[in-house]
């Protein structure tokens, strides 16, 4: 079982970058595969990124591909997302999710632990 906590959140402008990171406790964190999903306002929870538990394998869905990099250190139980070339639509709650076991890495119900999330807002 795994703990995670999102931090980096904040409120930015077009165009500029956040980094946010997801911190796991608990043991074996590098067997877990992550995800980051994020949820705006009246709206469901939809697929942003994700990495193997190797982090030989990464995963972006269409509207953030070229402008987000996922990435993480096992050793220090961390996995970040470096956000550039931010955009309004961008803005959301933006949550860290782990599971052992996976075959569609976008599907939020493959996962089983899932951070409290950190607030992105991105103002134009």
């Known amino acids: 079982q795994v703990q995670l906590v999102e931090s980096g959140g904040g409120t930015v402008q077009t165009g500029e970058s956040l980094r946010l990171s997801c911190a796991a406790s608990?043991?074996?964190?590098?067997?877990?595969?992550v995800g980051w999903f994020r949820q705006a306002p009246g709206k469901g929870r939809d697929f942003v990124a994700a990495i193997s538990s190797s982090g030989g394998l990464t995963y972006y869905s269409d509207s953030v591909k070229g402008r987000f990099t996922i990435s993480r250190d096992n050793d220090k139980n961390t996995v970040d997302l470096q956000m550039s070339s931010l955009k309004p639509p961008d803005t959301a709650v933006y949550y860290c999710?782990?599971?052992?076991?996976?075959?569609?890495?976008?599907?939020?119900?493959?996962?089983?632990?899932w951070g409290r999330g950190t607030q992105v807002t991105v103002s134009s």
């Open positions: 999710a782990a599971t052992l076991y996976v075959t569609n890495y976008d599907r939020s119900h493959q996962y089983n632990y």
């Open positions: 608990g043991r074996g964190f590098s067997r877990y595969g």
